[in-house]
């Protein structure tokens, strides 16, 4: 086998492999829309308290069995943001994406929309270029605080 030969094999080979990813790619996008306009028909507003926030694995969470049987297995293994809150007069575990876990303070009733066991987002959330502008402003608030703290320690 030649040179070139070796060449034409590997280009084939990184073709299928594009090609796959692309279908793949292209069935994940219609996937995904589907479960967005589910959760657009099915979410609605209320007010929550609450009471805690956990980054932890499914099975660490007291979730309902049914819940439980439900999950794919691949989520069952990962570490998904979860927020044990009052509606009502219930105490559920809720499930929630990573820019909504921020934005829920804890101990305070908050005004969110939920679509089943998933908060879909909090009234009067943050985008996420504003919460980056927030922590950088934070951050250089506490630099001139310890500047401020070094000078007077000085004299």
């Excluded at 219609?30 to 929550?48: A, F, G, V």
Aim: charged letters at 30%; a positive charge.
């Amino acid at each position: 086998m030649s040179f070139l030969d070796w060449i034409i094999i590997i280009a084939v080979i990184l073709g299928a492999i594009l090609a796959g990813l692309y279908f793949l790619n292209k069935w994940a996008y219609k996937k995904m829309d589907t479960q967005q306009t589910m959760i657009e028909k099915m979410k609605n507003s209320m007010s929550i308290y609450v009471i805690d926030k956990k980054h932890d694995k499914i099975t660490n969470v007291n979730m309902p069995k049914a819940v439980m049987e439900q999950m794919p297995k691949i989520y069952k293994r990962m570490k998904l943001y979860f927020v044990q809150a009052k509606i009502g007069p219930q105490i559920m575990t809720l499930m929630c994406d990573k820019r909504v876990f921020a934005a829920i303070p804890i101990k305070k009733n908050v005004k969110v929309e939920i679509a089943g066991m998933y908060i879909v987002s909090v009234a009067g959330m943050k985008s996420p270029e504003e919460m980056k502008a927030l922590k950088k402003e934070k951050k250089l608030k506490e630099k001139a605080a310890k500047k401020a703290e070094r000078k007077e320690k000085k004299k």
